[in-house]
């Protein structure tokens, strides 16, 4: 069998395309990550309600607030921090 500047053309491609893709991930899971952020609740998205990320500055006021609710007494914590009625309660 004889090598034709196809076949070395053929090989060179796919050992390209092999190692190119193997970056993809790295770099998809970087942009994920911001683009996570941007996409809307009604399609997959971070619900509006939910806790900021670790690791910024809104994050650290949300633990801080988070851990003076904690050591409030029950009764000052308010309406919010009172847990969901159970379901057989609601029934009745």
Do not use: F, Q
């Not at 309600?49 to 409030?72: C, Q, S």
């Amino acid at each position: 069998m004889t090598i034709s500047a196809r076949h070395i053309a053929t090989l060179l491609v796919v050992a390209l395309a092999g190692s190119g893709l193997s970056g993809c991930g790295t770099i998809n899971e970087k942009v994920s990550a911001g683009v996570s952020d941007a996409v809307p609740a009604w399609l997959g998205g971070i619900p509006a309600d939910a806790p900021p990320r670790p690791g910024t500055a809104k994050y650290d006021e949300y633990m801080k607030e988070r851990e003076r609710k904690r050591l409030l007494p029950a009764s000052e914590r308010g309406e919010e921090a009172k847990p969901a009625p159970r379901p057989e309660e609601k029934a009745r």
